[in-house]
């Protein structure tokens, strides 16, 4: 069937009708962006969340999908099945996209022939994060999604992959792929971490050069303040390391190596901490990593 749209932008979202609600006010108002469509994945949400996808239908092109599994996969799959852009945007649910955004993603899909895979910005309120967590790179990336790769276009490091609030991919590499989505990894899960690695690990190796970072395409993400406590932020560590082993690392001597250098920089960051918290989360997401691998190498 021939369609006009150009871009998909998927957004799983459960119980978060308010939130849901101002991203929409913001697709409404992106600029120079090419046609595209917008599929919400419902993950059985109670509240007036189907209302306020129906509030926005005469002005934007909307899908709405319902999916009673618990997990983000699942409803990001139940979205993909309708997918028709030429490239498959995902973004969370309290999101605040720039009004450039999907036209900067789309420009790039166009400017690197050669990419498959497109990450941008994630900015977030600084102040609103504990100075101890701030100071720590390891932590920031975990607990806040912040994402940042310098101030120009960039080919992703090795084993760098988007975060889930600001991600793309080319829809053709997802052709014939029943639920690419992991389904066991993710928000809504025992392992809510994880799922975007996982997940592009499919279509691009750890040290492909076919995936961008794309500085101008910029969203700015809400930090939960519940997550922000040194007890979740232990029990999300140790969630991190444990779950980590069951993201599919392709079996290589460079992924070996990769994952040596891991543990270096594990205890590299161990020897560096700068503070009695940041160091107990960083042990207790080591312990976690042996848990989860002594558990997963015994099933296997």
Not at 123 to 130: L, T
Request: proline share 4%.
């Amino acid at each position: 069937m021939m369609t006009d749209i150009k871009i998909s932008v998927l957004v799983a979202t459960r119980n978060r009708s308010e939130s849901l609600s101002r991203l929409l006010e913001r697709l409404y108002a992106q600029v120079d962006a090419l046609p595209f469509e917008i599929i919400i994945g419902d993950n059985g949400s109670s509240d007036e969340t189907p209302k306020v996808v129906d509030g926005f239908r005469d002005r934007l092109r909307i899908h709405y999908v319902r999916e009673e599994c618990s997990g983000k996969g699942y409803a990001l799959n139940a979205a993909l099945k309708h997918a028709q852009g030429n490239l498959v945007v995902f973004t969370d649910d309290d999101v605040r996209p720039y009004p450039d955004w999907l036209a900067q993603l789309y420009a790039a899909s166009i400017r690197y022939t050669d990419a498959n895979i497109f990450g941008g910005l994630i900015e977030i309120n600084h102040e609103e994060i504990p100075g101890w967590i701030k100071r720590s790179y390891n932590l920031m990336g975990l607990l806040t999604s912040a994402h940042k790769h310098g101030e120009t276009d960039v080919i992703y490091s090795y084993g760098q992959y988007p975060f889930g609030p600001n991600m793309a991919i080319r829809r053709h590499l997802l052709n014939g792929i029943d639920a690419p989505y992991p389904e066991h990894l993710g928000p809504g899960t025992k392992y809510p971490v994880g799922d975007e690695s996982a997940f592009f690990l499919q279509f691009s190796s750890p040290g492909a050069q076919d995936r961008i970072f794309v500085s101008a395409a910029k969203v700015f993400h809400n930090v939960e303040q519940q997550n922000m406590t040194l007890r979740n932020v232990l029990q999300r560590s140790f969630i991190a390391g444990f779950g980590h082993v069951q993201i599919r690392w392709p079996e290589s001597a460079e992924c070996h190596s990769f994952h040596t250098s891991t543990l270096g920089l594990i205890l590299a960051r161990l020897s560096s901490c700068r503070s009695f918290r940041e160091l107990a989360c960083i042990s207790v997401r080591y312990i976690g990593h042996l848990m989860g691998s002594v558990k997963f190498s015994t099933k296997s």
